[in-house]
């Protein structure tokens, strides 16, 4: 009887749960994402002046090309981060290529750092890079997409770098390469942005 008097209640009260938690969820999802989007913008603002403070070497400047440097690029191998450039990726892909993206070159970054006299810049670089990973894993989060385990079996940089020469090419190509990626990033979290409710 108890039952019969209160289902109605019951389900009531159910149904106004559901009606609120979805556009919340959607809105906290939304926050994320635009949180991420202000972190990727703090990266790229930041790689210059990381740039400027670890290398020094004359004709290394950001928008130098790499082509005056392909007699290094054969000892120095750069690891690439996954390819975001894609109108095909779905939601859990992409998020999780820039998760693992971003954890590569905070690694390439760390083992840099050891090496570079001239280390505030790219340490609050470093921790930009991870602030971004971890606010993408929120985004993932709310968006109740299972986030992958980190990588540890990134390739390392110590055994290619037998010069200060190469520690200063490997700084730049890295930081280039972090800046194409994270341009990328900021492309993909702004088209989730817009539809987020894609899968």
């Given at each position: 009887m108890y039952l019969t008097?209160?289902?109605?209640?019951?389900v009531a009260h159910c149904c106004l749960t559901l009606v609120y938690n979805a556009?919340?969820?959607?809105?906290?999802?939304?926050r994320a994402v635009e949180n991420a989007m202000s972190l990727a913008k703090e990266i790229?603002?930041?790689?210059?002046?990381?740039?400027?403070?670890?290398?020094?070497?004359?004709?290394?400047?950001?928008?130098?090309?790499?082509?005056?440097?392909?007699?290094?690029?054969?000892?120095?191998?750069?690891?690439?981060?996954?390819?975001l450039k894609s109108e095909?990726?779905?939601?859990?892909?992409?998020?999780?290529?820039?998760?693992?993206?971003?954890?590569?070159?905070?690694?390439l970054l760390e083992e840099l750092g050891e090496f570079l006299s001239s280390s505030g810049e790219l340490k609050h670089l470093l921790a930009a890079v991870r602030e971004l990973c971890d606010q993408v894993k929120e985004v993932q989060r709310l968006a109740q997409i299972?986030?992958?385990?980190?990588?540890?079996?990134?390739?390392?940089?110590?055994?290619?770098?037998r010069s200060d020469y190469q520690v200063q090419v490997a700084a730049h190509l890295t930081l280039q390469q972090l800046r194409s990626f994270t341009q990328d990033v900021f492309r993909t979290l702004r088209h989730i942005s817009v539809s987020p409710a894609d899968p």
């Open positions: 008097l209160f289902s109605p209640v019951l556009p919340l969820r959607g809105h906290e999802l939304t790229l603002s930041g790689i210059r002046g990381a740039h400027d403070a670890c290398v020094t070497s004359a004709g290394l400047t950001l928008s130098s090309e790499a082509k005056s440097l392909e007699y290094l690029l054969s000892e120095i191998v750069i690891p690439a981060p996954p390819v095909e990726l779905t939601m859990e892909t992409s998020l999780s290529r820039v998760v693992n993206g971003l954890e590569l070159h905070h690694r299972p986030s992958p385990e980190s990588q540890d079996g990134f390739p390392g940089l110590s055994l290619h770098l």
